[in-house]
């Protein structure tokens, strides 16, 4: 499916990473099914459909199984009556979010009990196909794949393995011509599924980290970030450089992301804004460090007994504004 991936196309939609972006393209020119592990908001998703964007078209029967038009599948296809389409690689992406809730048939697909009285119970014509077929020749990307039951990890093991699925007594030949790339937060994670040895050996795990540097993490805010008002550029720096402090702080087992990078950027413009300025200063940040960062991070049971999350954020940015003279200064500090 990916045999004319080379290893030497960019992956340019995620800035910094080169560690994962070998790994990646090293399973990928293998066809290997991989797992990318890592904390919430580093650009997971990214970097998966970046991937498909950078797969060549392909042709391919327009029906619900995407059928290769040399090896139909389904009846419709296998009547002659359907026409072909040209698949390009963004649209060879199907994402699957992972849930408890989320059931083999929503995946896999099911018999639809008007057709079975119509076909019969165990007629091709009976089945409703899932989204997996979707991604026929294509890539099929589970985020969150550790908060799938059990049951669904089970059915994935035979579509990846043998290329077909049991729903009920009712055995469905797959075109499982696709690549798996699952996506998940560390294990400790809460309200996730603990993922069998056998479900995993199916898999390459590459992991995935925050932005190596702050020049990479600034870089992103920029690129990604609302621009509504002009935002110093030694201020910026100094405002990611505390959330990248934050993330080393042994009091903290959920650790706040580039999404809380952005946060700041964008609401410290907000006030500004408000405030009747078209620039940001160190008030601006302060303004909107507790509200951006408190849900963000998690501290550990010991620490939570004695203070919450709020109080922690407000009492680490007042230290950290002791230690910048350029917040200080400002009126930057809570």
């Given amino acids: 499916m990916i045999n004319s991936f080379s290893g030497g196309e960019r992956f340019d939609d995620i800035l910094g990473q080169g560690l994962t972006k070998e790994q990646l393209k090293s399973a990928l020119m293998m066809n290997r099914h991989v797992i990318i592990v890592g904390p919430p908001g580093i650009g997971k998703t990214t970097i998966a459909r970046n991937i498909a964007k950078i797969l060549p078209s392909v042709t391919a029967n327009d029906c619900e199984y995407n059928c290769d038009p040399s090896n139909p599948l389904c009846p419709k296809c296998r009547d002659g009556k359907v026409k072909t389409k040209t698949v390009k690689g963004l649209n060879r ?14 995946l896999i697909g099911d018999i639809d009990p ?17 989204k997996i077929f979707k991604a026929n020749n294509g890539i099929l990307f589970f985020d969150e794949v550790n908060r799938c039951p059990e049951k669904l990890q089970n059915a994935l093991l035979q579509v990846l393995e043998e290329g077909k699925a049991t729903i009920g007594s ?17 294990q400790e994670t809460a309200a996730t599924e603990k993922l069998s040895d056998v479900f995993l050996d199916r898999f390459d795990i590459v992991h995935m980290g925050y932005p190596e540097k702050l020049s990479i993490e600034k870089e992103i805010v920029l690129a990604k970030g609302i621009k509504k008002a002009e935002f110093p550029s030694q201020l910026l720096e100094i405002t990611i450089d505390f959330i990248r402090i934050l993330r080393a702080n042994k009091d903290l087992i959920r650790k706040p992301s580039v999404r809380a990078s952005l946060g ?15 620039k940001v200063n160190a008030s601006d940040i302060a303004k909107s460090v507790v509200s951006v960062l408190s849900h963000r991070i998690e501290l550990k049971p010991s620490v939570k007994y004695l203070q919450t999350e709020e109080e922690f954020i407000a009492q680490e940015f007042k230290k950290y504004c002791a ?3 350029e917040l200080e200064t400002s009126g930057g500090c809570l």
């Fill in 93 to 106: 992406f199907i994402r699957i979010q992972g849930s408890p809730d989320l059931t083999v048939e929503d």
């Fill in 170 to 186: 009712y055995t469905v030949d797959l075109p499982a011509n696709f690549i798996f790339i699952g996506a998940m937060n560390p």
């Fill in 323 to 325: 230690e910048h003279e």
């Fill in 264 to 278: 700041l950027y964008e609401r410290a413009q907000a006030n500004a804004i408000l405030a009747g300025r078209k």
């Fill in 114 to 130: 008007t057709k079975a009285l119509k076909h019969g119970a165990m007629s091709l014509e009976a089945f409703t196909p899932g």
